[in-house]
């Protein structure tokens, strides 16, 4: 389940109620895996239910970074916050994205350009770059789209997914 595609669950503005409702939802479906994304990922600690440990085996906690800097920013804090899965979403792709070799790396990206009418534009060799370092560093790679509506290239066209523990 991905939830809230148009909302962050993170985000200081939602309603903690709302939080609390959707943590019980989660608890009483273990057989659906959660994806909750967030640019937010300073604020999951703190919004994390109590009962979550090391994490809820059905969660997927992911953070949205469109370059480089926004990687080295948010996945910094999201790679200290235990889950099951712990992924990235490289959208809307507005710059290069090369992956630190030493560290701990994301469970799995997905890569992708943006989308509407005045969508910037998506280098197809920076998804290209990126889907290499996920093979060498044995992360599952997801091509989601390319800018607009332009087809993805044949030699992107990956679509793995990641296994959780």
Not at 57 to 77: F, H, M
Not at 144 to 155: A, C, L, V
Request: include cysteine; charged fraction near 20%.
């Amino acid at each position: 389940m991905f939830c809230a595609s148009l909302a962050d669950v993170f985000d200081n503005r939602a309603p903690g109620m709302a939080r609390e409702d959707l943590f019980g939802l989660i608890r009483v479906t273990p057989e659906l895996d959660w994806l909750l994304l967030t640019k937010r990922p300073q604020n999951i600690r703190k919004m994390l239910p109590a009962d979550w440990g090391s994490g809820y085996p059905n969660v997927w906690l992911g953070t949205t970074c469109e370059d480089q800097a926004r990687y080295d920013l948010r996945w910094s804090v999201l790679s200290e916050i235990q889950a099951s899965i712990r992924f990235i979403s490289y959208e809307p792709a507005i710059g290069p994205l090369v992956l630190h070799v030493d560290g701990p790396h994301p469970d799995w990206i997905i890569c992708g350009g943006e989308s509407g009418p005045e969508a910037r534009y998506m280098d197809p060799e920076w998804a290209r770059i990126l889907m290499c370092d996920c093979g060498d560093l044995g992360i599952p790679f997801f091509m989601k789209q390319m800018t607009g509506k332009e087809p993805i290239p044949t030699d992107l066209v990956l679509r793995q997914w990641p296994v959780a523990a």
